[in-house]
């Protein structure tokens, strides 16, 4: 079974930072895409960034390119998003979410491309 829990979330002014982490178990992380994901009041979940089982390959958002970038560390089986300029339309709950092994790249930019998710954490960003 797989846990995925974030943390990192918080209050920041707009222009500052912050650096989610999302911690995995199971056997299964090194070998495959991890995503984040967040869900505004009112608004459906969608795709920020996701990166592939090696780090080869990112994938973002355009809202979010040149001020997130998405990594891993397979040794530690935990996923960041590192979140620089941070501005009021980043308010949301970002997921952490584990694609199954074979999920193609095409689907890593949609929900259903993930089997499992985290819980979720706060991220408010004050004007």
């Known amino acids: 079974q797989v846990k995925l829990v974030e943390s990192g979330g918080g209050l920041v002014q707009a222009g500052g930072s912050l650096r989610l982490s999302c911690a995995a178990s199971g056997r299964a992380f090194g070998r495959s895409a991890m995503g984040w994901f967040r869900q505004s009041p009112g608004k459906e979940r969608e795709f920020v960034a996701a990166i592939n089982w090696s780090a080869i390959n990112t994938y973002y958002t355009d809202s979010v390119k040149g001020r997130f970038t998405i990594s891993r560390d397979n040794s530690k089986n935990t996923v960041y998003l590192q979140m620089n300029n941070l501005k009021p339309e980043d308010t949301a709950v970002y997921y952490c979410?584990?694609?199954?092994?074979?999920?193609?790249?095409?689907?890593?930019?949609?929900?259903?491309?993930?089997?499992?998710w985290g819980q979720g954490t706060q991220v408010t960003v004050s004007s």
């Open positions: 979410a584990q694609a199954s092994p074979n999920t193609v790249a095409g689907a890593l930019r949609l929900n259903e491309g993930y089997s499992y």
